[in-house]
């Protein structure tokens, strides 16, 4: 576990004082208790801490970027930013899946790409880098992985809106979302959907939800019409 760690680190480009810090930010709850750890030895309370200096750190760089918002602008972009689907893909920047400490049990059920365990896990580690560092090591930190592409994130978070939009504005046709699997036990369910214009499939996506599947492929099929002649459409 020690060479994860280093890696780690190195990745993030931030070197802990503390190295305990680091391993309970990447302890999921479902390791902890297959290995009868205290209870608040997982990365939860650090995800509590993290959520709140992601939320003031967001907070700031929206007040100063954008003095011509108002307070509901601020307010929906800055939950665009803090909510799970947006941090568990700002997670891929560093890969965080491969370095969570996850039970057997979670592991072996998707746990290193649930959105839920990434996003928590990320949050943790802002926490951890707080608490280790300071607020200006965690704003470095938010600023290099969170806020550096800020309209990647929006379009990200808004992707079905946004397609739907472009689908309209371009007359390029019909827009539907069709599942293409459907994987995994009741209590634990992954769906994978293609987005489709006039029946032709684009981009796909996986998730928890169909809602956040549709929601990747959406984003994909963005990207994809970036670069591609809309007449092949048609």
Known sequence: MGE???????VIEYQFHNQAL????????????????????????????GDAVLEIISSEFLYNEHPDWNEGEMTRMRASIVCEQ???????AIDLGTYVLLGKGE?????RKRKSVLSDTFEAV???????????CAKDFIDRFVLNDIDNMQLFYDSKTILQEIVQGQTLGELTYHMVEEKGPDHNKSYVMEACINGKPL???????????????????????????????H
């Not at 994860?4 to 190195?10: A, C, H, S, T, V």
């Not at 479902?30 to 750890?37: F, G, L, P, R, V």
């Open 126 to 136: 802002i926490g951890a880098i707080y608490l280790d560092g300071g607020f200006g």
């Open 203 to 233: 981009g796909s996506g996986e998730g928890h939800t169909k809602k956040a599947a549709e929601q990747e492929a959406a984003y994909q099929t963005i990207l994809m019409l970036g670069g591609e002649n809309v007449s092949e459409i």
């Open 86 to 92: 947006t941090l568990a893909f700002c997670t891929r």
């Open 4 to 10: 994860k760690l280093r890696e780690f680190q190195d």
């Open 22 to 49: 680091l391993k309970q930010a990447l302890t999921h709850s479902s390791y902890a208790n297959e290995h009868h750890m205290d209870r608040v030895c997982n990365n939860e309370r650090l995800e509590f801490l």
């Open 107 to 111: 592991d072996h059920t998707g746990g």
